[in-house]
């Protein structure tokens, strides 16, 4: 008989995963604490924009026609734990108010709500981004408070997928990490990625703490990697180089590689920040903080390109921000999606409108999520609306329809030509063309 699988927290990650699950063949129950979003799911709508997953969920949602009818929603835990042969735990692990720390009652608390109902030989398989050490506490604490006692297993496999690409990703991981206590934990995830593994995703088997680990580390390199290229933009200004240069040359050499080098306002959303303050938090328990000192300086580096933002803002409406009509291109945190959690675009627009500018927001799929966050900003319904009047104009997240907007229209309508690309995305010789002053972060002003 096929494994039947539950996916506990249906947001960004858990909605795909169930998605993907039902795609690959299995029967799949998918929980939420929020009544709402199960409502959503259950008609076969995404509580947030991600590219092909509102197609791939109406393809197996039941009751949908045409539907395969192998994916279903609940709120009640208790027919997750009659359903499951295996439970993956998706939900939220954001930072700890006031402190660095991951706050863990989220996946605590699906944890004590699920255990009660395994009542039978299962897996629980984790897919939050934890903190070291916390797989084998939960897994001590399952066995003793779930009816099938050591039989209820847990299994810790960590999530790289990326939003834009979250659907692709699931279905075609570049690798699957398993963090496992036994030959069954591994044997029955091999079993549930059959599919992608014959297609050559490569399966990696570590224990608990590598596999916590792997996903922490493979976060910290990312971010170290934009932190790097945004310093080397830093240097690239004071002394007038040209960090777009820079990057190529240095991109050339394929230990280096050309990806992730694109100077600009740096990281955010909702996990790479605070998976970076967490693992500090946490080598800092454990003992290792200085081993993780370097990325103090990685987040202050990323934090302060939205400061400087701000700063060349102001300089280019003439050292103040009153009476100054400032147009955002961008809310999201990155492209083709609507999560603004963390989001440099929208940071740096809250600073300007906070020192007295007028914002006016525009962007494609997070204009929602954006006013939600921050109501007081304004906001505009498209670019060429956003941009009317505007003394100076921000690109913030670098979305295809801002890098195919035609300058010379939005030329018509500007208050004053004036662009500052934060994302070093935009084609300057067409901007200047148009009669535009392009200026971009790490790049020469002319
Ligand atoms: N979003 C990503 O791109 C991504 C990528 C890799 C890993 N992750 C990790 O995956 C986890 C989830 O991230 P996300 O972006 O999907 O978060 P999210 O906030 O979008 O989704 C979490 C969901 O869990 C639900 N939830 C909270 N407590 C619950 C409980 N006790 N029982 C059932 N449901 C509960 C919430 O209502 C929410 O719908 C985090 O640990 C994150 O770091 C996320």
């Known amino acids: 008989m096929a494994l039947k699988i539950t996916v506990i927290g249906t947001g960004y990650l858990g909605a795909t995963h169930a998605a993907a699950m039902a795609e690959l063949g299995y029967e799949v129950l998918g929980l939420d604490v929020l009544p709402e979003k199960i409502e959503m799911l259950r008609r076969g709508e995404v509580p947030m924009y991600e590219p092909g997953l509102e197609e791939l969920l109406r393809r197996h949602v039941a009751g949908i026609e045409g539907s395969s009818g192998r994916l279903r929603f609940t709120t009640s835990y208790e027919e997750v734990g009659a359903f499951g042969d295996i439970h993956f735990v998706c939900v939220n692990t954001p930072q700890k108010h006031g402190e660095y720390a991951c706050d863990m009652s989220y996946v605590e608390s699906a944890f004590d709500a699920l255990a009660p109902h395994l009542t039978r030989p299962t897996l629980v398989v984790g897919k939050s981004t934890v903190p070291v050490g916390s797989a084998a506490r939960l897994a001590e604490r399952l066995a003793a408070t779930a009816p099938a006692g050591p039989d209820a297993e847990l299994a810790w496999n960590p999530e790289f997928l990326r939003e834009g690409f979250a659907v692709q990703d699931t279905l075609h991981p570049d690798r699957i990490v398993a963090g496992v206590m036994s030959e069954r934990a591994e044997a ?65 050499d394929e230990r280096i590689g050309k990806k992730f080098l694109r100077a600009g306002i740096g990281f955010g959303g909702g996990c790479l920040p605070k998976d970076l303050r967490a693992f500090m938090a946490r080598a800092g328990e454990l003992g290792a903080d200085q081993a993780l000192t370097f990325l103090r300086e990685i987040d202050s580096i990323n934090m302060r390109r939205r400061g400087h933002m701000v700063e060349m803002a102001r300089d280019a409406v003439g050292g103040g921000f009153l009476g100054k009509r400032v147009a955002v291109l961008g809310a999201t945190f990155k492209p083709d999606s609507d999560d603004v959690r963390d989001s440099p675009a929208l940071n740096v627009a809250g600073q300007i409108h906070l020192q007295g500018g007028q914002v006016t927001v525009y962007d494609p799929k997070g204009m929602a999520n954006a006013r939600r966050l921050f109501p007081t900003l304004g906001y505009a319904d498209s670019s060429l609306d956003a941009v009317r009047g505007a003394d100076v104009v921000l690109h913030l997240t670098e979305w295809r329809e801002f890098r195919e907007l035609d300058p010379a229209k939005l030329a018509e309508v500007a208050g004053e030509r004036r662009i500052l690309d934060g994302r070093n995305a935009l084609d300057a010789a067409l901007w200047r063309k148009a009669g535009w002053v392009y200026r971009a972060m790490g790049r020469p002003s002319a």
């Open 188 to 252: 029955l995830l091999r079993e549930v990625y059959a599919t992608p593994i014959a297609e050559g995703s490569p399966f990696v088997v570590t224990d608990y703490p590598t596999a916590e680990l792997v996903k922490t580390a493979a976060n910290s390199f990312l971010a170290t990697k934009i932190s790097f290229i945004n310093a080397m933009a830093e240097v690239c200004e004071a002394a007038d180089g040209d960090v777009a240069k820079l990057a190529e040359a240095i991109g050339h």
